[in-house]
């Protein structure tokens, strides 16, 4: 019989042998319950912002903004040729806007605030910004808005490939967990808010990672 430590990989595993005295396995284990913790946050995070997107595009570009080349452009023509493939697999409508508004990856709404888009985008409709983050208290400024994005891009590829949380001291995880809230709020989503609070397990987690002497670092006040 194989030994959890060989089928997981050492490669895997040792990272959690510095952060804690506690078992390696307790310690992957503990992460893979705390990284489950993030699934309600990021899902509605990257539902609400694709959609959200989509309105105030809608809006200022047209309906159809989709289907414009120009808008398709860079890294994103790859996005859109891969949705596109497996709209055709699942033989889903490719002319249909929803299908394809869902098929399309995180990257794809988060490359749209690239400088590569400021001739068809920013620089014609620079109101479209404070639209979609209507709740921001601070000026916005594209890059800086792109940045921010794809932290969480990052973080979610994180999440949902099985990365280690509980041992990224740039991106701790109650940090991280605000962080989300906090852009999602931006966007004005008040009642998709509630909804996801009453289904998020982050704190429970959290402490419990806390109790367990897992999680030793200190962090502000999450969500």
Known sequence: MNNPEDLLSEKRLEKYQKMSNKDIMLCHLYNTELAQSFYPSLSYFEIILRNKIDLVFSKHLGKDWIFQPQYIIGRNHDNMQSALLH?????KNIHDKNHIISELSLGFWVYLFLPAYNQAIWNKHPQILSEIFEKAKNKLVLQTVFSKLNIIRMYRNKVFHYGSLITDEKNPPARMHNFIYNIINQMSADKLLKQLKSIDS??????????????KNKEGPHS
Do not use: P, V, W
């Open 87 to 91: 709209i055709k697999d699942t033989k």
């Open 202 to 215: 982050f704190n429970e987690k959290y402490q419990k990672g806390k109790k367990m002497g897992i999680l």
